[in-house]
């Protein structure tokens, strides 16, 4: 068990372009969430998946951003056509969801740092 | 909704001195609550969490918490600051009851440690 990864761990981009980022989950967990993290703020959160299924999205994700978890596996998180704000270090964390609903540990991963130019 | 305010963005202690990094929440569910540290270029690392049970938590490193309903407290401390513990702590909140998914961080606070 290595832990969440998460690549590359740092993207420069030039405004309008579009960017894609990967999270790797620990293999068994079966939620996995994006979270944001701009400078001088605690992560908020974008998304999470269970299994392949998006359960919810934040009112912070745009019509320009889009998560994928195809397989229940990786996910990826893309931004279209990207903007200056969209400066920030993306987090993905990982947890094992059971059905007697019990209390999960999320486990983050070392996070994708995004500069828009 | 659920809030989590940090008071102090930054502290600045000695080596040897007692660390207290307050943190008090808003849950109209009853919380779980959460402290990460966070060091330079690195994710997140739980600390310690209050799900039910004993009110008074602890974690890693020596740290300890205390969660106390009738403040809507959950303040960090630890008795003996080290060198090794300067970095940002964050507190967390989420929904307790099973519907335990996403976290909603404060702004964290900063901590200096001093030799």
């Known amino acids: 068990d290595t832990g969440v990864s998460q690549n590359p761990r740092h993207k420069i981009t030039k405004r309008g372009q579009n960017v894609t980022f990967r999270c790797d989950p620990i293999?068994?967990?079966?939620?996995l969430y994006w979270y944001r993290q701009t400078l001088g703020q605690g992560p908020e959160f974008l998304t999470y998946?269970?299994?392949?299924?998006?359960?919810?999205k934040s009112r912070l994700l745009s019509d320009r951003f889009s998560a994928e978890r195809p397989k229940g596996s990786f996910s990826t998180l893309e931004i279209q056509r990207t903007e200056q704000g969209d400066s920030a270090m993306y987090l993905c964390?990982?947890?094992?969801?059971?059905?007697?609903?019990?209390?999960?540990?999320?486990?983050f991963g070392p996070g994708t740092r995004l500069t828009v130019l | 909704a659920q809030s989590v305010t940090q008071l102090g963005s930054h502290v600045s202690v000695s080596e040897g001195a007692l660390v207290l990094l307050r943190c008090n929440y808003s849950?109209?569910?009853?919380?779980?609550l959460f402290w990460y540290v966070q060091y330079p270029n690195q994710g997140l690392q739980l600390l310690l969490k209050?799900?039910?049970?004993?009110?008074l938590v602890k974690g890693i490193n020596g740290f300890e918490a205390e969660f106390k309903k009738s403040e809507t407290s959950f303040h960090l401390t630890k008795p003996s600051a080290h060198m090794s513990d300067a970095a940002e702590y964050f507190c967390?909140?989420?929904?307790?009851?099973?519907?335990?998914?996403?976290?909603?961080f404060g702004k964290g606070t900063l901590l200096t440690v001093n030799p």
């Open positions: 964390a990982s947890s094992l969801y059971g059905a007697s609903g019990s209390y999960n540990e999320q486990f």
């Open positions: 293999s068994e967990h079966n939620r």
């Open positions: 998946f269970q299994n392949e299924a998006q359960l919810e």
């Open positions: 849950s109209s569910v009853p919380p779980y």
């Open positions: 209050y799900t039910t049970g004993a009110t």
């Open positions: 967390a909140v989420s929904g307790g009851g099973g519907s335990n998914y996403k976290l909603t």
